[in-house]
T-cell receptor
Framework: KQEVTQIPAALSVPEGENLVLNCSFT??????LQWFRQDPGKGLTSLLL?????REQTSGRLNASLDKSSGRSTLYIAASQPGDSATYLC???????????FGTGTQLKVEL | DAEITQSPRHKITETGRQVTLACHQT?????MFWYRQDLGHGLRLIHY???????NKGEVSDGYSVSRSNTEDLPLTLESAASSQTSVYFC?????????????FGPGTRLTVL
């Protein structure tokens, strides 16, 4: 059974700092890995999707990497801003190709 | 713009009642999913569908059912609501093919069972 772990569970940083969020998964037979953002009381917004054959994806200040063989992904956020405050979730697509398994998230707070 | 909507956004019901949560997507996606989100458990898959007339059980399907009569809708029914089903429910959809299957999520329904 696929298990996804995110470390740390919570993170507080000053504005402008570069930061890394970590995601690990137990079964390396994944189709892709997706990073989401969730604001309090809101739905999930897809940030980046990395296919199993890719090593990284970039969107603006966000960069996600994938090391499938070691079961790890990182989400790098450059020059963090208070508007980046949210919970970040990673999820892997496995088992028949359409089922996402989620981590429990990293709650990020960027302070002025 | 294409979107995925859920209704109601908030619902309070009593134990034992039947409840149906609606999910509607306008992307014409084949795949639709229902998840529940609980503190300490993250999001867990309840049911999913790969197309019209197709339904499949997920990780936590007991007490829930779905039906898929058209591409756009996948309603989730709680046959006899229990307090353990108090949660936030998210619907999602995705398009084939499998190797680039980004899932898009609705805004969620917060269900309270008293």
């Amino acid at each position: 059974k696929q298990e996804v772990t995110q470390i740390p569970a919570a993170l507080s940083v000053p504005e402008g700092e570069n930061l890394v969020l970590n995601c690990s998964f137990t079964d390396s037979a994944i189709y892709n890995l997706q990073w989401f953002r969730q604001d309090p009381g809101k739905g999930l917004t897809s940030l980046l999707l990395i296919q199993s054959s890719q090593r990284e994806q970039t969107s603006g200040r966000l960069n996600a990497s994938l090391d499938k063989s070691s079961g790890r992904s990182t989400l790098y956020i450059a020059a963090s801003q208070p508007g980046d405050s949210a919970t970040y979730l990673c999820a892997v697509l496995t088992g028949g190709g359409n089922k996402l398994t989620f981590g429990t998230g990293t709650q990020l707070k960027v302070e002025l | 713009d294409a979107e995925i909507t859920q209704s109601p956004r908030h619902k309070i019901t009593e134990t034992g009642r039947q409840v149906t949560l609606a999910c509607h997507q306008t992307w014409n996606h084949n795949n639709m999913f229902w998840y529940r989100q609980d503190l300490g458990h993250g999001l867990r898959l309840i049911h999913y569908s790969y197309g019209v007339q197709d339904t499949n059980k997920g990780e936590v399907s007991d007490g829930y059912s779905v039906s898929r009569s058209n591409t756009e809708d996948l309603p989730l029914t709680l046959e006899s609501a229990a307090s353990s089903q108090t949660s936030v429910y998210f619907c999602a959809s995705s398009e084939n093919p499998t190797d680039y299957n980004e899932q898009f999520f609705g805004p969620g329904t917060r269900l309270t069972v008293l």
